[in-house]
């Protein structure tokens, strides 16, 4: 079974890394669910089902009609989600302890990571943006022309 970000979180040595990726697994309840893969270059081939064949009822002796299922090679471009969280040091100064500000800044950051994974999840369009993914909501309904995606 593939490495989910919550084993991750567990398994890290870094407190930081570790508080981020707990807090972004708190607020996503999808990531929280989804296994992780190792992938070697910039994409990732999958067969998506087109049809998967037809069944019916036979009596006896009929003859059996043969129907195979048909797939179409689909390819995902790996995206990048983050966002910078810098702190300024002179405002760090009014803080009893520096840490303070620090954690607020990136855990406002990872919440925000995975509120924009969350929709990218569902309503991705890699049309409208080049960098994002598809989400479920295109992947769902099939092939589609551009026309059928720009709004």
């Known amino acids: 079974m593939p490495l989910t970000l919550t084993d991750a979180a567990q398994l890290s040595?870094?407190?930081?890394?570790?508080?981020?990726?707990?807090?972004?697994?708190?607020?996503?309840a999808v990531l929280r669910y989804l296994p992780f893969i190792q992938i070697v270059g910039n994409s990732l081939r999958y067969n998506q089902e087109v049809s998967l064949g037809s069944v019916d009822f036979y009596g006896v002796g009929d003859t059996w009609t043969e129907s195979a299922m048909t797939t179409d090679e689909k390819t995902a471009q790996l995206a990048s989600l983050g966002g910078d969280a810098d702190v300024?040091?002179?405002?760090?100064?009014?803080?009893?302890?520096?840490?303070?500000?620090r954690a607020l800044v990136i855990a406002a950051k990872a919440k925000a990571l995975a509120h924009a994974f969350n929709d990218t999840f569902f309503n991705g369009d890699a049309v409208a943006g080049p960098l994002q993914?598809?989400?479920?909501?295109?992947?769902?309904?099939?092939?589609?022309t551009v026309s059928q995606r720009v709004e």
């Open 88 to 101: 300024d040091a002179f405002l760090q100064q009014p803080y009893s302890t520096p840490n303070d500000l």
């Open 13 to 28: 040595q870094d407190m930081l890394v570790r508080g981020v990726v707990e807090t972004i697994v708190e607020e996503s």
């Open 133 to 144: 993914f598809d989400g479920l909501t295109h992947l769902a309904v099939g092939p589609r």
